[in-house]
């Protein structure tokens, strides 16, 4: 099994940045893709960006390429989401997700092949 808790939300004006940090626990952390999602307000759970078990390969989000950077550690078991250049549509809970079934070499991008979630933490970006 594998916990996760997230950290680092908060209220901040667009264009500015800000950094999500994902803490695991549990003996499967390298075995696992992990990936960032988020929930709009009154919308479904999307797919943010996503990273390979050995960090080597990441996937993103249309809306967030070039603004958003996902990073892993294996060593300190944390899953890193550096967010620059917010706009008011990155408004949203923000979840961290791990896959522990994922093969080396593949992201996975679909939120039903994630196995376990974090409670979540609120970004707003304002005006």
């Known amino acids: 099994q594998v916990q996760l808790v997230e950290s680092g939300g908060g209220l901040v004006q667009a264009g500015d940045s800000l950094r999500l940090s994902c803490a695991a626990s549990g003996r499967n952390f390298n075995r696992c893709a992990m990936a960032w999602f988020r929930q709009p307000p009154g919308k479904e759970r999307e797919l943010v960006a996503a990273i390979n078990r050995n960090g080597a390969i990441t996937h993103y989000a249309d809306s967030v390429k070039g603004r958003f950077t996902i990073s892993r550690d294996n060593t300190k078991k944390i899953v890193d989401l550096q967010m620059n250049s917010l706009k008011l549509e990155d408004t949203a809970v923000y979840y961290c997700?791990?896959?522990?079934?994922?093969?080396?070499?593949?992201?996975?991008?679909?939120?039903?092949?994630?196995?376990?979630w974090g409670q979540g933490t609120q970004v707003t970006v304002s005006a």
């Open positions: 997700a791990a896959d522990e079934n994922a093969i080396l070499s593949n992201v996975p991008t679909r939120l039903s092949s994630y196995d376990y």
